[in-house]
């Protein structure tokens, strides 16, 4: 079973499996997304995510649903950064 790589800043290449995942599970994570937008697209604060600028703080900032997902120039862009070379290190 197939499921989106989780974020680790430190590990070298895992941006790398994030995007190239993402690229192949793109069929499933559109219409995921596109789904909880609709079902909550009334809900300004759908998701906690972590507030990076305010270091040291585990308080999150709140996006709306309807700031969600990739667009077609994002997801362009991934399958540009999936088709670079990897260097091993």
Known sequence: MLTLVDTATTRWGNQYLQI???CLLRSAIDPTVEKYK???KH???AIIEPNESDQGSKAGKAVAATELGLDSTDWETSQEMEGLPVLSV
């Open 43 to 45: 809900n300004k604060e």
């Open 38 to 40: 609709r079902e909550n």
């Open 20 to 22: 190239s995942r993402n």
